[in-house]
């Protein structure tokens, strides 16, 4: 302390005005970085909900068209046609998936009925095949039984819909909260 007072006096003023930009400098550096983590955080919060019913919808989409699709199949007369909707079939199921990992990630809601969810769309892609074999192999009637929606694809559609009906409401009630 005594050596400070030995200092001329604007020497003094000098070294305070730097220490205090120095110390202005620091702090504003901290806020700034930390007002750009709130914003990012204050985004994610936002967008949140919005990205999970975004989701909800695209799987939505995805499964109608696979279930359109399949009820198309019964008209067909080519087998290129067949592998033109059977391909068509597997992008929407592989869509799906994407879908139902980002749900997964960003739903609130209990995690076992993703699982569900993903459980009976996984059962329903075995089904579609199962009805592909039965379409090849001549069996129309008995193909047009199984997808009929009294029928075990159409059941097995109902459930997928009623499962993403459960999701569906427990996000939009998240969002609106």
Do not use: C
Request: charged share 25%; net charge positive; hydrophobic share 40%.
């Amino acid at each position: 302390m005594k050596k400070m007072i030995q200092i001329k006096i604007e020497t003094q003023l000098k070294i305070s005005f730097i220490v205090l930009l120095l110390l202005e400098l620091g702090l504003s550096n901290i806020s700034y970085f930390q007002i750009a983590k709130v914003n990012t955080l204050t985004i994610t919060l936002y967008e949140h909900p919005y990205t999970v019913r975004k989701a909800i919808a695209e799987l939505k989409a995805n499964i109608l068209l696979m279930q359109s699709d399949v009820k198309d199949i019964y008209d067909l007369q080519s087998e290129k046609e067949l592998e033109r909707y059977t391909r068509q079939n597997n992008s929407y199921y592989k869509n799906s998936l994407t879908e139902i990992s980002v749900i997964y990630d960003k739903y609130l809601g209990p995690l076992y009925t993703i699982d569900s969810l993903k459980t009976t769309i996984i059962k329903w892609n075995e089904m579609y095949t199962t009805a592909i074999i039965l379409f090849k192999s001549g069996k129309r009637e008995e193909f047009k039984r199984f997808i009929a929606l009294q029928g075990s694809l159409g059941l097995q559609s109902q459930k997928v819909l009623e499962t993403l009906k459960i999701i569906d409401f427990f996000s939009n009630n998240k969002a609106n909260a």
